[in-house]
């Protein structure tokens, strides 16, 4: 059973940064997609960043592409969520989650495809970005 667990929420500055963790364990052992998901206050749920466990590809949303970055630890078990220039808008409750999803399945369909066909999810942990 996958279990996911984050960490390294809190508040921030605009113009801050901040490093979420999470910690992973049951992963598949086969091809899959682990990653970051935020969901802010009134609106749904949306894709941030995640990596194609098959070979490292990292995908990101292109309102994060460029202040954002993901990373995993040699293992496997940890994977980060570095971030940078944060924006009010950042703001939100961010979720790790697993899935065990062909590779190239983000290609062909998009992150928001991605996002519904996730199998497992972290509790979260609240990122807010205010002055």
């Known amino acids: 059973q996958v279990q996911l667990v984050e960490s390294g929420g809190g508040l921030v500055e605009p113009g801050g940064s901040l490093s979420l963790s999470c910690a992973a364990s049951?992963?598949?052992?086969?091809?899959?997609?682990i990653g970051w998901f935020r969901q802010a206050p009134g609106k749904e749920r949306e894709g941030v960043s995640v990596?194609?466990?098959?070979?490292?590809?990292?995908y990101y949303s292109d309102v994060v592409k460029g202040r954002f970055t993901i990373s995993r630890d040699n293992a496997g078990n940890t994977v980060y969520l570095h971030m940078n220039n944060l924006k009010p808008e950042d703001t939100a409750v961010y979720y790790c989650?697993?899935?065990?999803?062909?590779?190239?399945?983000?290609?062909?369909?998009?992150?928001?495809?991605?996002?519904?066909?996730?199998?497992?999810w972290g509790k979260g942990t609240l990122v807010t970005v205010s002055s």
């Open positions: 989650a697993v899935g065990s999803i062909r590779m190239g399945y983000v290609d062909d369909f998009g992150l928001e495809a991605l996002r519904k066909a996730m199998n497992y």
């Open positions: 049951g992963l598949p052992p086969n091809s899959y997609y």
């Open positions: 990596i194609q466990h098959n070979d490292g590809k990292t």
